[in-house]
């Protein structure tokens, strides 16, 4: 078997409605780029036996590999198990392991196995199971002369180790050596335009350099990402080449640049803390939390997290932060008198080596000609002490979002500092 | 004709690699159904005239709509048009007045029209073609026998006009008043399969009714809803099968319903505590801001939130919760007592009418074998009090939502009761 071409097929009906989309896809396309397969379409069907029985027999009909991700459940809903069966004419059995495997992991819970579950026991005649750790739908790998047929159950963080530890070297052992390498940019404190200006020149030279790299930007609210990528067999070569081209770009675009290795601002920012073994607490208004939900978001955070004050109410900010009430009255909550009071209250209270505020009108009421909606003061007491006053474009949500990115990256940039 | 039921296809290599995906379709999705339209399936493709012609073909053969999105630019790449000329047999021929109005688009921006674009003029037979106010491509229109192929170019903001102002109404005619009308039942504290336990017997019978109503049931972390929806031309009658339908459904999974209305977790807990004239404060430990992050998520929550404390440090709940040191020392920090005396600490020293404490073990690390990972303790202190103990699956951050479920549930619970 040498497989060299994939379609994939998502399952389930509520990615036909304007609310869900298929993501799986994008995470598989990215694999089996990476395995020098082309993927060379996909698509979206509701959970439909019939419907699903016909795409899978006409994808098969084009390609060496089709993956179906999605409903392998418990519920009447679910079909793919029963198309699969259909299409491939293979009838379905209930695997004694599978079984037993379900009802041990309702039992290490204290429950009995609900009677529907039963049915993700069933199996099409030949198929080779794939274990998933996270979850009780298994997954299944089946061979059809030359071809390949993968299901895999729709859950992210079910499908993705599954087809990591499980699929991935089935298909390495039919892949013949050229590999797609990818290096990543992440960024912040810059917009899409403003990165797509000072790297344009470069990405069009590298394009055509030797061993061309694509360049693709992705922009999320406080954050671009520049995805680089370059396909060859020769694997030293190309990531010398992607070295490289990091290297001139993440030139180009510092200070702004907080990462090249994959971590997020988060786990570069813990990363700075532990190594210089301060401890940070924060202080937060229009950001309610979300700032102290990310640095947590970290395993191991209780190391440089101490905790903070969410200080929602301007009394919260007098009582347990200790802001001068005449200070709220002469400049407003909104103001960088009040944001570095905060941040100074919240160190000294907690007792932390870093103390950051933040207060701001997230919107989409509280807005004043002076004082418009995105607009956010940041402080940070203790080490580097400093405040900025930012404006942010979007909604409520959009808002908190770069509030976060901004108040890490103040941490980032007073560390980074040499 | 008469269209019932549609597929969608779209165009352009680019949402076959892992950065970017079709967001067109939603978009559709939502205007199909609110014309009582079935999208039965979509499907992304890349570049590749040969590949599109047969989707398109395929789609053909199974419903009376086609909207293909993308693939009608200037150049090489650009291979709709030409597809849908092979797919229906339809040789193509320049438009005269197509090729006037992209002279005069480019003539009115001071520019000679370059040569590719002139491509953009060829039109297969029998089409007609739908204006593009803000864009060169054109899209078109085309019936064959008793079905429609709609063809639009896929930059949304070229894309969303077009269909509102000449696609829709063309279909209008054609859907003789039958309207998709949707209810969602949103639920907490149950695991998707018990829900489907219960649920199943009345949603096979409400498949069955004089008017059918389809089910979807969609899980996140802490958070399972139903989706109900039935077609119809009497509007009236499908609204009361469907509050009917509700009505049982919710009866039956009472009390974990808390949502008929498409309000939020947060919402109806923010609506609760408004009407009650009751101010919340929240003292987090494993959620660590999470919770207060998802309680101010609601706009004015300023009226009803009054803030809290992270408290990832136990010295933090000593000094700022007033946790007693020997309870700590006697029950560890993940344990009633300490919770407890958390959400009685927070509500305490922030003047609020009601305290939560959440303090728990997220993870990856720190379990133990009688405090595993994900297990979470909960209290509410003030109105109704009350302490839970909770084991939640999956990882840290499928804990972390979870718990904040389960701890805005809480409030929910205690304000709803009669």
Not at 271 to 299: F, H, K, Q, Y
């Amino acid at each position: 078997m040498r497989i060299r071409s994939a379609e994939i097929i998502a399952v389930g009906s509520e990615m036909l409605t304007p609310h869900r989309t298929d993501t799986n896809s994008l995470f598989l396309a990215g694999r089996l780029n990476e395995l020098g397969i082309e993927l060379s379409a996909k698509a979206v069907v509701g959970d439909d036996q019939r419907l699903l029985t016909t795409l899978l027999r006409q994808s098969l009909e084009r390609v060496d590999l089709v993956i179906i991700t999605g409903g392998l459940g418990p519920t009447e809903d679910d079909v793919t198990r029963e198309a699969v069966s259909d299409a491939l004419g293979r009838p379905m059995s209930e695997d004694a392991d599978v079984l037993a495997s379900l009802e041990k992991r309702f039992a290490d819970r204290g429950y009995v196995m609900p009677a529907n579950n039963r049915k993700q026991a069933q199996v099409p005649r030949g198929a080779v199971v794939i274990a998933n750790p996270n979850g009780s739908a298994p997954g299944l790998w089946l061979e059809e002369g030359s071809q390949a047929i993968v299901v895999l159950p729709g859950p992210p963080r079910e499908l993705q180790p599954m087809f990591d530890y499980s699929v991935s070297p089935r298909l390495v052992a039919t892949t013949a050596g050229t590999r797609w390498r990818r290096r990543v940019i992440k960024i912040t404190g810059r917009a899409e335009s403003q990165v797509d200006e000072v790297a344009r020149d470069i990405y069009l030279a590298l394009m055509k350099a030797p061993t061309p790299i694509q360049t693709t930007i992705l922009a999320t609210p406080g954050q671009i990402e520049l995805h680089l990528a370059a396909v060859s067999a020769d694997v030293a070569a190309v990531d010398a080449a992607l070295a490289d081209a990091v290297g001139r770009l993440a030139t180009a675009l510092a200070p702004f640049v907080f990462s090249v290795d994959g971590r997020n601002l988060e786990e570069v920012v813990g990363d700075l803390l532990r190594e210089r073994g301060l401890r940070i607490a924060a202080a937060e208004s229009c950001t309610a939390g979300l700032l102290l939900g990310r640095l947590t978001e970290v395993p191991g955070s209780s190391g440089w997290v101490v905790g903070g004050i969410v200080a929602y109410d301007d009394a919260v900010k007098i009582e347990q932060l200790g802001v001068p009430p005449g200070l709220l009255e002469a400049h407003g909550a909104v103001s960088e008198p009040v944001a570095v009071a905060m941040a100074e209250g919240v160190r000294s209270r907690l007792s932390a080596d870093i103390g950051i505020g933040v207060t701001g009108i997230a919107g989409p009421d509280g807005g004043t000609e002076t004082k418009p909606v995105g607009m956010v003061v940041i402080a940070m007491a203790g080490v580097s002490p400093s405040v900025r006053t930012l404006k942010f474009p979007g909604d409520r949500r959009m808002v908190r979002q770069f509030s976060t990115a901004a108040a890490l990256d103040m941490v980032r940039r007073a560390l980074v500092t040499p």
